[in-house]
């Protein structure tokens, strides 16, 4: 028996578990202080009323035999993927439901993704990244290449045609930095996966905090991207699913490889390792797109992304360098005084009793830089950057 030895050439221990003992133990030694945290990119809103009252009503229809729902279908309820499709339709953008799988989240398919591609292929990935995106092809063996992601290109690299890759990521809004891409920028990496033969695995979790209406918020709007792009999307940001769990991945059907129809992979994947999203959940996604549905989550995402303005124009104010904010709950700073990431997290640690996230945790381009998120109270967030001001002043 052979062990899979890909997973030793991950690094021993997670950024956000880092993060989490370096907090333990300014705590322990600072029992009085309130730290405030605006790094893990978790919401703090809970779900919104027609939400949950979707929720109750099928948990009732679980406990009754004539509305008792077992094992459904992998790829999601048709409820569901209507409701997604006419989501869609709403952006300029046509699907058939059956190219949309409901799943647990755009993380985990983002990683199960890569079961229906070879582990020949070569994979370009953005430096600063979400960490996913590098780990699961580490664990597989893929060849990693990086795209240089940077304050002198706003964090949004551009195609290079000397390089030839085969799976391409893009997280637009960016996750950590909080960039996006407009619509040429996008046009440019779809002429480049077109020409190359290459993928798109294209995260759009954060795609519902797009304020900028010119702004693309899917791939597919685009011109020839259902020929070269899969798209993954979430409701753990747009609606606070974090602790509930579903998310959809769209494999359009013009999609296609060696003569190979990518959707039917995937499918075939599905079926075979997952049993799908729980009725109940999946109820509760469906309510999100309902008029009450919509209208509670915009004003809780108004609400983060006032936030994301505050802390934005706070560094503005104290001259401190940055991307996101305006269409991303994620803001992405120069760390002042020339600090390093981890230098800087310790500094708003102890000055300020504030914790980001280092960006050298994303990547070797992260260094240098740190991210906040939106996701707290707007008493919390007021309070932060008053903090952050005041230390600011002891650089």
């Not at 983002?110 to 292929?121: K, Y």
């Not at 509760?284 to 505050?310: C, H, L």
Request: glycine share 8%.
């Amino acid at each position: 028996m052979k062990i899979n030895e890909n997973y030793l050439k991950l690094k021993e221990s997670y950024l956000f578990s880092d993060i989490s003992k370096k907090v333990g133990a300014f705590s322990e030694k600072n029992p009085d202080a309130k730290i405030i945290r605006l790094g893990i990119g978790d919401v703090t809103l809970p779900l919104v009323p027609a939400v949950t009252a979707a929720l109750e009503a099928a948990s009732r229809e679980m406990g009754q035999k004539e509305t008792f729902h077992g094992y459904g279908p992998e790829q999601g309820y048709g409820f569901l993927k209507d409701a997604i499709r006419d989501y869609y339709g709403e952006k300029g953008v046509e699907l058939s439901s059956d190219e949309i799988f409901v799943s647990d989240g755009a993380k985990s398919d983002l990683g199960n993704i890569l079961d229906i591609f070879s582990t020949d292929n070569t994979v370009l990935i953005p430096d600063p990244v979400y960490p996913v995106y590098v780990d699961t092809n580490t664990m597989a063996g893929r060849n990693i290449i990086y795209q240089n992601a940077c304050e002198e290109n706003g964090f949004l690299p551009m195609p290079d045609r000397s390089v030839k890759a085969d799976i391409i990521y893009i997280c637009s809004p960016n996750n950590p930095t909080g960039a996006v891409y407009d619509k040429a920028q996008l046009k440019e990496w779809v002429d480049y996966a077109l020409d190359f033969g290459a993928i798109i695995l294209f995260d759009s979790a954060y795609e519902s905090f797009v304020r900028e209406e010119a702004l693309p918020t899917s791939i597919y709007q685009i011109e020839s991207a259902k020929k070269c792009a899969i798209e993954f999307c979430s409701f753990s940001k747009t609606a606070g699913f974090t602790g509930t769990r579903c998310g959809y991945t769209v494999v359009p059907d013009e999609l296609e490889f060696d003569g190979v129809k990518l959707g039917r992979l995937w499918l075939r994947r599905q079926t075979t390792k997952f049993n799908g999203v729980p009725y109940v959940i999946q109820r509760g996604a469906a309510a999100v797109f309902t008029p009450e549905g919509r209208s509670q989550i915009k004003a809780n995402i108004d609400y983060y992304m006032e936030n994301a303005k505050i802390v934005s124009e706070t560094l503005d104010k104290v001259g401190i360098w940055h991307t996101g904010g305006k269409n991303s709950p994620y803001i992405w700073l120069k760390c002042p005084g020339g600090m390093k990431s981890w230098e800087y997290f310790d500094f708003l640690l102890a000055k300020a009793h504030v914790v980001g996230t280092p960006g050298e945790g994303f990547g070797v381009n992260g260094e240098g830089f740190f991210r906040l998120t939106a996701f707290n109270s707007r008493e919390n967030v007021e309070e932060a950057v008053d903090r952050i001001i005041k230390a600011s002043d002891m650089i």
